[in-house]
């Protein structure tokens, strides 16, 4: 499909609707912007370490759950 004919369906779309074209337009122009940025990006291997801590009761059965146990 040309550029000319998706400019004229987009002509014959009441202009209450354009509007919602246009936004889903800079939605994708967003998404595929944010995909390539985080394609020359890469994840740090040990990023949040140390800064997480469990409770030494975490495998501990809960006290709610006591009459099912």
Do not use: H
Not at 10 to 17: D, L, N, S, V
């Amino acid at each position: 499909m040309s550029q000319a004919q998706i400019f004229e369906k987009i002509k014959r779309i009441p202009a209450a609707y354009q509007q919602e074209v246009e936004d889903f337009i800079d939605f994708i122009l967003q998404k595929k912007t944010t995909k390539e940025l985080g394609e020359n990006k890469k994840r740090k291997i040990g990023l949040l370490k140390g800064k997480m801590k469990m409770s030494a009761d975490f495998d501990e059965p809960l006290n709610d759950f006591k009459d099912y146990i």
